[in-house]
């Protein structure tokens, strides 16, 4: 079974400064999807990034950046220039491919880490 | 698209009480996922359709829990009857394939 963990239960930083969220999965698939999602107080939950497993690029999204370790199977989050709407509980998630014909197209979550950021 | 519409927002009911939730997915979107969240066990799915036909439902906890989804734009999940260990947000998602996914904005249940 696929596990996703996340070991930082609370992260604060600097408005402005960078930060950088921690997740590591255990899989036996070699392809598959990972995703940062971020929930805020109104606790929709909102995509922050995707990345394919079998690209090596690692994704960007304006501030928001990954860094993506497959054979260790790793998947920190960075943040960027820190602003006060960024703080929130964010969520690593893992998902197979549709292709791989094993198990369903749920995500699978970490427990997250909630974020606070100081003006 | 107003995306995935879920109501109530909030609903409080007693012990023993049903509790129906609703769940309206994005137009075109051919799949249907229902997850509870909790502080203890965080996200969990709970049952998703492929086409309006339930899948996977093994992560339903227990017989008072049941789905449906009559036709693409609705799905229900009821709860019969409520207990307290049942408080919890429950989301709905849906997706095109197994490729984009979108979240509805969570009912929160409160079972007293």
């Known amino acids: 079974a696929q596990t996703v963990t996340q070991s930082q239960p609370e992260m604060s930083v600097q408005e402005a400064e960078t930060v950088t969220l921690s997740c590591t999965y255990d899989t036996s698939e070699s392809d598959y999807y990972l995703f940062w999602y971020k929930q805020p107080p109104s606790r929709q939950m909102i995509l922050v990034i995707r990345?394919?497993?079998?690209?090596?690029q690692n994704a960007t999204e304006n501030r928001f950046s990954v860094n993506f370790q497959k054979a260790a199977k790793s998947f920190s989050l960075k943040i960027s220039d820190s602003q006060l709407g960024d703080a929130a509980m964010y969520f690593c998630a893992y998902r197979i491919l549709p292709y791989s014909g094993a198990g369903s197209y749920q995500l699978t979550f970490g427990k997250g880490t909630k974020l606070s950021v100081i003006p | 698209d107003a995306g995935v519409i879920q109501s109530p927002r909030h609903e409080v009911t007693e012990m023993g009480q049903e509790v129906t939730l609703r769940c309206k997915p994005i137009?075109?979107?051919?799949?249907l996922f229902w997850y509870r969240q909790t502080m203890m066990r965080g996200l969990e799915l709970l049952i998703y359709?492929?086409?309006?036909?339930?899948?996977?439902d093994s992560g339903m906890p227990e017989d008072r829990f049941s789905a449906k989804m009559p036709n693409a734009s609705f799905s229900t999940l009821k709860i019969q009857p409520s207990e307290p260990r049942d408080s919890a947000v429950y989301f709905c998602?849906?997706?095109?394939?197994?490729?984009?996914?979108?979240f509805g904005s969570g009912t929160r249940l409160t079972v007293v």
């Open positions: 990345q394919e497993a079998y690209k090596q």
């Open positions: 137009s075109g979107h051919d799949y």
């Open positions: 359709f492929n086409n309006n036909v339930p899948i996977d």
């Open positions: 998602a849906s997706s095109l394939g197994p490729h984009s996914y979108t």
